[in-house]
T-cell receptor, first 112, second 116 residues
Framework: ELKVEQNPLFLSMQEGKNYTIYCNYS?????LYWYRQDPGKSLESLFV?????AVKQEGRLMASLDTKARLSTLHITAAVHDLSATYFC????????????FGEGTQLTVNP | DAGVIQSPRHEVTEMGQEVTLRCKPI?????LFWYRQTMMRGLELLIY????????DSGMPEDRFSAKMPNASFSTLKIQPSEPRDSAVYFC??????????????FGEGSRLTVL
């Protein structure tokens, strides 16, 4: 059974600081996704990582994938309050019609 | 393009009543997923369909829950009878799995269910 673990689960940081969220998974996969969820809202797709070494950046967020280590990171640069949300990683075995397995989510709070 | 459309957005009902949640996936997507989200249990996959066929319903909590996908553009999740512990946000999501698709999952806005 595929297991996806995120670390940390709760993160409180100050504006302007940098931090990294980690996503580990238990079985081979080369497809990993990051989502953002604001309180009371739906899940919004942030990044799609489809190969080993893939790196994607959008604004102050950068995601990377190391399939050999079964690890993805979401790096936050110079955090701002608007980044406060819960971030989920999800892993797909990549077979046709397969399901995504989600991590528990990392609740990020950026304080002024 | 319209995203995944769910209805109702909010439902308040009394214990024992039947609840039906509806979902219209994104046109061209051939996989559809029902998730439940609660504070205690996080995001749980209930069931998913591929080309309208249920593939994995192991996440459906009890026989009180049933889901159907009669065609490529419509799915329902039914709870009968409902219980207070069913209170949650139910998300429908869809993705395209053919033609070199990325496998990215697109979520609806969710249906917030409260069972009194």
């Amino acid at each position: 059974e595929l297991k996806v673990e995120q670390n940390p689960l709760f993160l409180s940081m100050q504006e302007g600081k940098n931090y990294t969220i980690y996503c580990n998974y238990s079985t081979t996969s080369d497809r990993l996704y990051w989502y953002r969820q604001d309180p009371g809202k739906s899940l919004e797709s942030l990044f799609v990582l489809l190969s080993n070494g893939a790196v994607k950046q959008e604004g102050r967020l950068m995601a990377s994938l190391d399939t050999k280590a079964r690890l993805s990171t979401l790096h936050i640069t110079a955090a701002v309050h608007d980044l406060s949300a819960t971030y989920f990683c999800a892993v797909d075995r990549g077979t046709s019609g397969s399901r995504l397995t989600f991590g528990e989510g990392t609740q990020l709070t950026v304080n002024p | 393009d319209a995203g995944v459309i769910q209805s109702p957005r909010h439902e308040v009902t009394e214990m024992g009543q039947e609840v039906t949640l509806r979902c219209k996936p994104i046109s061209g997507h051939n996989s559809l997923f029902w998730y439940r989200q609660t504070m205690m249990r996080g995001l749980e996959l209930l069931i998913y369909f591929n080309n309208n066929v249920p593939i994995d319903d192991s996440g459906m909590p009890e026989d009180r829950f049933s889901a159907k996908m009669p065609n490529a553009s419509f799915s329902t999740l039914k709870i009968q009878p409902s219980e207070p512990r069913d209170s949650a946000v139910y998300f429908c999501a869809s993705k395209r799995t053919s033609g070199g698709a990325s496998g990215e999952l697109f979520f609806g806005e969710g249906s917030r269910l409260t069972v009194l």
